[in-house]
T-cell receptor, first 113, second 113 residues
């Protein structure tokens, strides 16, 4: 069964601190994994996509990694800001077509002053 | 380019009623998918339409239905509403490029009383 599991479910950190969110996937066949950020009351927005060809990718203060051997992806946030408070969702396509997606339940991050 | 637009933003209905939600995708996007989001359950896939045809369907009862028009706009209908249907309903469109991301609207918050 295709699955994407995220940890932790929720996280509270102080502004300025770093944090790492985890995503374990068991989808077949695997082609890529995408991270989305969802602010409260808004729809998710794509942060980055990870494929076999790149195991590390940075987008500002966000760095995503992919380990195909352990089937894990992580999202590291550096020097957190209050605006980083959001839910972070990882998603992987699965099944016969790339339009079939498996969603993680997300990690709710709260950054407090 | 204008983003994905969902209407209405908020809706309150009573049990047994029916509701229709609307979604206008990004111009040029022919794929529109719908999701139900509840606390603790994450994003649950409802269905996807591509060029007016339902391409994929999630595990929801037949009370949930949708359609897509020739201009790619989509509607979702829920009949005989139940209290458990209270949720944020998100619509997303995507382009035809390989690995293209989902572009989400800000959702319709449905409350069933």
């Amino acid at each position: 069964k295709n699955q994407v599991e995220q940890s932790p479910q929720s996280l509270i950190i102080l502004e300025g601190k770093n944090c790492t969110l985890q995503c374990n996937y068991t989808v077949s066949p695997f082609s890529n994994l995408r991270w989305y950020k969802q602010d409260t009351g808004r729809g998710p927005v794509s942060l980055t996509i990870m494929t076999f060809s790149e195991n590390t990718k940075s987008n500002g203060r966000y760095t995503a990694t992919l380990d195909a051997d352990t089937k894990q992806s992580s999202l590291h946030i550096t020097a957190s800001q209050l605006s980083d408070s959001a839910s972070y969702i990882c998603v992987a396509p699965s099944g016969a077509g790339s339009y079939q997606l498996t969603f993680g339940k997300g990690t709710k991050l709260s950054v407090i002053p | 380019k204008a983003g994905v637009t969902q209407t209405p933003r908020y809706l309150i209905k009573t049990r047994g009623q029916q509701v229709t939600l609307s979604c206008s995708p990004i111009s040029g996007h022919r794929s529109v998918s719908w999701y139900q989001q509840t606390p603790g359950q994450g994003l649950q896939f409802l269905f996807e339409y591509f060029s007016e045809t339902q391409r994929n369907k999630g595990n929801f009862p037949g009370r949930f239905s949708g359609r897509q028009f020739s201009n790619s706009r989509s509607e979702m209908n829920v009949s005989t509403l139940e209290l458990g249907d209270s949720a944020l309903y998100l619509c997303a469109s995507r382009g035809t490029e390989n690995n293209s991301p989902l572009h989400f609207g800000n959702g319709t918050r449905l409350t069933v009383t």
